[in-house]
């Protein structure tokens, strides 16, 4: 689970270790989103949230 900062609409974009780009989540600030890695292969992965084109928070999810 991960908590939105500000408000507004923003754009989560999950990505494995290589960049190719797995899954993109419309989340909405001030609020708490829960990512389902259940279907994802053993390894690492890149969240990127971005309001707009601007990148303003990014964070690491480890799956064995």
Do not use: C, H, M, W
């Not at 991960?2 to 270790?17: A, H, M, R, W, Y």
């Amino acid at each position: 689970t991960i908590e939105v900062p500000g408000t507004g609409e923003k754009q989560l974009i999950i990505s494995d270790i290589l960049g190719q780009q797995i899954n993109s989540i419309r989340v909405t600030g001030g609020t708490f989103k829960s990512i389902d890695v259940q279907n994802f292969s053993s390894g690492t992965y890149i969240l990127a949230l971005y309001e707009g084109s601007k990148k303003i928070a990014t964070g690491k999810v480890i799956k064995d």
